[in-house]
């Protein structure tokens, strides 16, 4: 009888041991998973920026608004209409998943005034798989009194590996009721060397596929491109981002320059 009570007793305290240890060992545990790891904030606000020049990124993911003063320095050829400055607008917005939307007022790579509303929506792939298909559409009117201008539509592409960044666009576009219409390839490249700073490039490459009389009567008027390095850097919700380079203008065979800075900032 003895004997039987002490290997109950026994029992007991290593059931009690076990029990007092399983907290423990789960609290250990949760200790030893992995933390979720959150990109620094001037990091966070680079990525959200949804353009550059031109060139959409296919990475939309976090819903947030921005905004954006645009200066624009074109140094056309006299040939193409001579040097021009001038300043615009950009807002845009992302309410739902994989969706954002922009808003431009200002002046195209033609030199008119093409106040512009865009979509751009994220298809396949995220940031996690360092992939992503996306589509753009976009309307441009030349002016706020007139419905004639131009819509666009095209595929988006993107590639982000550790520090690099690559995101790549072919778009279409056709006239409202003018008959023309054209394509353009575009792409932007960027590394970060520090959390705050990216530095890369941005190139454009348009082509007439319908071709306007005017165009035709010039060499290499059905055609123009633009390519140069790009810098961005960002404090905490701001960002300022430069880039400047050399760009072939329609209607002439000579080449110019052209710069723009955009500074803004982004709620999120």
Do not use: C
Not at 58 to 83: H, K, M, Q, T
Request: net charge negative.
């Amino acid at each position: 009888m003895t004997k039987m009570l002490t290997f109950g007793l026994s029992l007991a305290v290593l059931g009690l041991n076990s029990v007092s240890a399983a907290p423990a060992v789960a609290t250990e545990r949760e200790s030893e998973a992995p933390k979720a790891v959150h990109s620094p904030l001037p990091q966070r606000t680079i990525s959200m920026i949804p353009s550059g020049v031109d060139t959409y990124t296919a990475f939309i993911e976090e819903n947030g608004v921005g905004a954006g003063a645009v200066g624009l320095a074109d140094g056309r050829p006299e040939s193409a209409g001579g040097n021009e400055l001038s300043g615009g607008l950009r807002l845009w917005g992302s309410f739902v998943n994989r969706v954002v939307v922009q808003a431009d007022v200002g002046n195209d790579a033609k030199g008119k005034f093409v106040p512009s509303l865009s979509a751009a929506v994220r298809v396949l792939g995220d940031r996690e798989r360092g992939w992503a298909l996306g589509v753009l559409g976009r309307y441009r009117t030349e002016g706020f009194k007139t419905v004639e201008g131009e819509i666009e539509a095209g595929l988006l592409g993107g590639f982000q590996q550790r520090r690099l960044h690559l995101d790549i666009g072919l778009i279409a576009g056709v006239g409202v009721e003018e008959e023309e219409a054209d394509g353009e390839l575009l792409a932007r490249f960027g590394y970060d060397l520090l959390p705050a700073l990216r530095l890369g490039a941005e190139v454009r490459a348009r082509r007439e596929l319908a071709e306007e009389e005017e165009a035709e009567a010039v060499e290499g008027g059905e055609w123009d491109a633009f390519g140069g390095p790009q810098l961005t850097v960002a404090y905490e919700h701001f960002y300022s981002s430069v880039t400047a380079g050399i760009q072939k203008p329609r209607f002439t065979e000579d080449a110019g320059w052209m710069a723009q800075l955009v500074i803004g900032g982004i709620a999120f």
